[in-house]
């Protein structure tokens, strides 16, 4: 793939240059604007909320405010048409790729090996990832709290749901009816009724896949006639597409710095706003930020301990080389808080920065921004043990290990796109209250009611697993390269 990386300019005046510099200290100096930026808005917009407003409605208005805000306006324009010009490319991209890949492993033989190679390593990080959560959780119960007479209850024990009536009612728009069976829709999905409408829905890359996969094999089949090469057509008609795709992608990439700062300041403006404290969550703005570093904390261990460990003993590579390899891709995925749009970097960065081959990345790659989600399993067990416990539920190890399965289960047909995993969380706390016996919740409540607890901190939360989940498809491209006899990081 086209490189982006440029060479760190030796001279001071070089230095004082942005736009001369390496693209991934472009996107961190967008990233610190963006915040910046982001901030400052939301800040005006709360010194403008009316002293009229009640305590539980200053949140509301805030966001409101920023909403209506010119500059909050162009900063969302302008983020907009940066995701758009990053899903615009997604589906020639990985369709493309696919093809080539599997054509070319086909040739050679291996397609079963390198697809069995790639499986395992999703499982057992996805595994790992959700372990680590559940330790954590468990370890700190942020959901749980002490009362006066040292009884521990549930935060939301004794409070008036009520006042979560609106998030409640949009956790049962976006839930929309899935039960505790609905992963097994992720099957359907992998076949396709319609080409083309698979092709237009970016947030479900599967059905495309398995087609391209399918494209792929078989033109490796067609037979070789001099006088009329078909295989040799359509495969320059493939490589076509990729290249001119390629070209496209690069322009979009020198965009980057840019796009991650709008992208940012739009959301930081409004969650800044949003986040002010109201007299809702006074009595429990503890609790949910407990859960929120308890979350970081299960993520960061997974980020800088369980893949570093991956990476030093199985892919026998240095994990800080890697992290400066995958640069642009984290911070991308951390600011659009879509893997799904940050995949043309990712697959620019594993190729060009980290060294893995066009056989591995194109085929590794896009198959792990649909089912390999470490970051969201991972936060999906986190939080439904976290509402659990928020409303006094003491699980048995075998609930406990359903919460784990179910997890795995639902991360691989979460959309790579921003809030997905609220609908996969919800399928897992609708497996659990099937389980539980009656009277169990307070006052006939369901567990659905807690998730208002996770709009708090959802989007940053997010962000931060998006990135996770980017990390491990790329960890696991190098990974399996090393398999195949490969050296990335070492043969640039």
């Not at 969650?271 to 703005?285: H, N, S, T, V, Y």
Request: glycine content about 10%; some cysteine; proline content about 4%.
């Amino acid at each position: 793939m086209t490189s982006t990386t440029r060479d760190q300019p030796s001279t001071p005046a070089g230095r004082l240059k942005p736009w001369v510099w390496p693209l991934h200290w472009q996107i961190l100096l967008g990233l610190a604007l963006g915040a910046g930026l982001g901030l400052w808005l939301g800040q005006i917009a709360i010194a403008n909320i009316s002293q009229g407003v009640a305590a539980d409605q200053r949140g509301a208005a805030g966001a409101a405010i920023v909403q209506n805000s010119l500059a909050f306006q162009l900063c969302d324009l302008a983020g907009d048409l940066f995701l758009a010009g990053l899903k615009l490319i997604i589906v020639p991209l990985v369709f493309s790729s696919i093809v080539l890949a599997i054509a070319n492993i086909a040739r050679t033989g291996g397609f079963g090996r390198l697809g069995l190679k790639t499986l395992a390593y999703y499982l057992t990080t996805s595994l790992l990832a959700v372990l680590v959560g559940l330790a954590l959780v468990n370890a700190f119960a942020p959901g749980s709290s002490t009362t006066d007479t040292g009884e521990i209850t549930g935060i939301l024990v004794g409070q008036n749901l009520d006042a979560f009536a609106s998030e409640a009612a949009e956790v049962e728009s976006k839930v929309g009816g899935k039960t505790g069976t609905d992963f097994l829709n992720v099957f359907r999905t992998m076949v396709p009724e319609n080409f083309f409408a698979a092709a237009a829905n970016n947030g479900q890359l599967l059905g495309l896949i398995t087609v391209a996969m399918f494209v792929g094999f078989f033109l490796s089949r067609l037979p070789e006639d001099p006088g009329h090469d078909v295989q040799g057509t359509m495969h320059r008609f493939f490589d076509g597409v990729y290249r001119l795709t390629l070209g496209i992608t690069d322009v979009v990439l020198k965009l980057a710095p840019l796009g991650v700062l709008f992208l940012l300041a739009a959301t930081v403006a409004l969650q800044w706003a949003k986040l002010r404290p109201d007299g809702r969550f006074d009595e429990l703005i503890a609790g949910v930020t407990k859960f929120a570093v308890v979350a970081v904390a299960a993520l960061g261990i997974h980020f800088l301990i369980t893949m570093p460990l991956i990476l030093m003993l199985v892919a026998r590579v240095n994990p800080l080389r890697h992290y400066r390899a995958m640069a642009p891709a984290l911070m991308t995925a951390f600011s659009t808080a879509s893997s799904s749009a940050t995949l043309p970097l990712t697959l620019d960065c594993v190729e060009t920065r980290a060294g893995v081959s066009n056989k591995v990345s194109s085929f590794t790659l896009p198959l792990g921004a649909t089912v390999n989600m470490d970051g969201t399993a991972l936060y999906e067990c986190v939080a439904a043990m976290f509402i659990c416990q928020a409303f006094g539920l003491e699980l048995s190890f075998a609930q406990q290990f359903m919460i784990v399965v179910v997890a795995l289960l639902t991360s691989v047909g979460v959309a790579g796109v921003p809030s997905a995993s609220l609908v996969a969380i919800a399928v897992i706390l609708q497996a659990v209250e099937q389980q539980l016996p009656a009277g169990s919740l307070p006052g006939g409540a369901s567990l659905l009611t807690g998730m208002a607890l996770l709009f708090v901190f959802d989007r940053p939360l997010d962000m931060c697993r998006t990135a996770v989940n980017v990390f491990g498809d790329s960890v696991g491209a190098v990974t399996v390269a090393r398999s195949e006899g490969e050296t990335p990081l070492q043969t640039r």
